[in-house]
Antibody, heavy 114, light 113 residues
């Protein structure tokens, strides 16, 4: 079964850091671009970041540029999102999504609050 | 950035009746390769989004044929021929032609009258 499973979410204080992970299974992870998409409580979907299959191209939404870092380990079939300098407005469910947006994980909740 | 605008934002529908959601983009979504990369997603309450339609009118595997997508250029439509109770949720259009960023519409909430 094709599956993406996120982990690493939680409660963090403003200015803090978190690292999200996304474990992929059921498909050849190394040939797919991957994305992170987030959804604030009661709000819509917002694209956050993408990474090409071999890591050679990376892009970020302006709202997270300079604070978030996307990476991947194709040997471990895992996608990461390192989130630093977190703000209240980063509070959201973070989804790991396969390249053409055809497969989504269940999401992991990140709450930034003091 | 390409702005995606959906209407209506709320759509009360009667079971068994048709429903239609409009999505407009701020610029043409025709890619230089000739394809138009416009997707539709369904997000049921408490669930992750699920892709229903890709490249304007192609249904994903397992998507009921009561869902159809149409349109071109900057104007697109998702139609549900006969709404069923399981169709309740929020529907998003999304463009993947001009990136970054990849952009979504605001979402349309479909509920049963």
């Amino acid at each position: 079964e094709v599956q993406l499973v996120e982990s690493g979410g939680g409660l963090v204080q403003p200015g803090g850091s978190l690292r999200l992970s996304c474990s992929a299974s059921g498909f050849t992870f190394s040939i797919y671009w991957m994305h992170w998409v987030r959804q604030a409580p009661g709000k819509g979907l917002v694209w956050v970041s993408h990474i090409k299959n071999d890591g050679s191209s990376i892009t970020y939404a302006d709202s997270v540029k300079g604070r978030f870092t996307i990476s991947r380990d194709n040997a471990k079939n895992t996608l990461y999102l390192q989130m630093n300098s977190l703000r209240a407005e980063d509070t959201a469910v973070y989804y790991c999504v396969r390249g053409t947006f055809d497969i989504w994980g269940q999401g992991t909740m990140v709450t930034v609050s003091s | 950035d390409v702005v995606m605008t959906q209407s209506p934002l709320s759509l009360p529908v009667t079971l068994g009746q048709p429903a239609s959601i409009s999505c407009r983009s701020s610029q043409s979504l025709v890619h230089s390769d000739g394809n138009t990369y416009l997707n539709w997603f369904q997000q049921r309450p408490g669930q992750s989004p699920r892709r229903l339609i890709y490249k304007v009118s192609n249904r994903d595997s397992g998507v009921p044929d009561r869902f159809s997508g149409s349109g071109s250029g900057t104007d697109f439509t998702l139609k549900i021929s006969r709404v069923e109770a399981e169709d309740v949720g929020v529907y998003y259009c999304m463009q993947t032609t001009h990136w970054p960023p990849w952009t979504f519409g605001q979402g349309t909430k479909v509920e049963i009258k």
